[in-house]
């Protein structure tokens, strides 16, 4: 249960990193933000895989640039459904996108998969 508010605090980070950084994305209150990263978590389990499926002949023909377009239709699809979410059109959505995944990744790297922060600690000794 921890991991699941740890990467939820990551996702409303990277929300309000993005909102902050692109123009034309704006999210209004702590609620929306909320509610937009568990929106986003949602979207991204359920519909992104079928999007990717279908769009696969695209994806490949573009070296998998084209998941790049499907996360910024993800990301245009929740603030579609949120009222308090707006984007301005196609490049808010892709900049945004782009902001909320590399903020996910970053932070990803320092999170274990039950959430925890983990912390690598290399010992040994340097030969000469």
């Known amino acids: ?5 740890v990467r939820l605090s990551i996702s409303i980070f ?3 990193l993005a909102s902050e950084i692109v123009p034309g994305m704006e999210i209004s209150g ?8 568990l929106l986003l978590g949602i979207v991204n389990a359920l519909v992104r895989p079928l999007a990717i499926f279908f769009t696969l002949p695209f994806t490949i023909m573009t070296l998998g640039l ?3 377009v499907i996360n ?5 699809l929740v603030a579609w459904l949120l009222d308090g979410f707006r984007l301005s059109g196609f490049g808010a959505a892709f900049f945004g996108s782009l902001i909320v995944s590399l903020t996910g990744w970053v932070a990803s790297r320092y999170v274990g998969p039950r959430g925890s922060v983990e912390v690598m ?3 040994g000794s340097i030969r000469r």
Do not use: N
Not at 72 to 76: F, I
């Open 30 to 37: 702590l609620g929306t933000f909320i509610l937009a990263a």
């Open 72 to 76: 910024a239709g993800m990301l245009a």
């Open 121 to 123: 600690v290399l010992q």
């Open 1 to 5: 249960m921890p991991g699941l508010f």
């Open 66 to 68: 084209f998941l790049l």
């Open 14 to 16: 990277g929300l309000w």
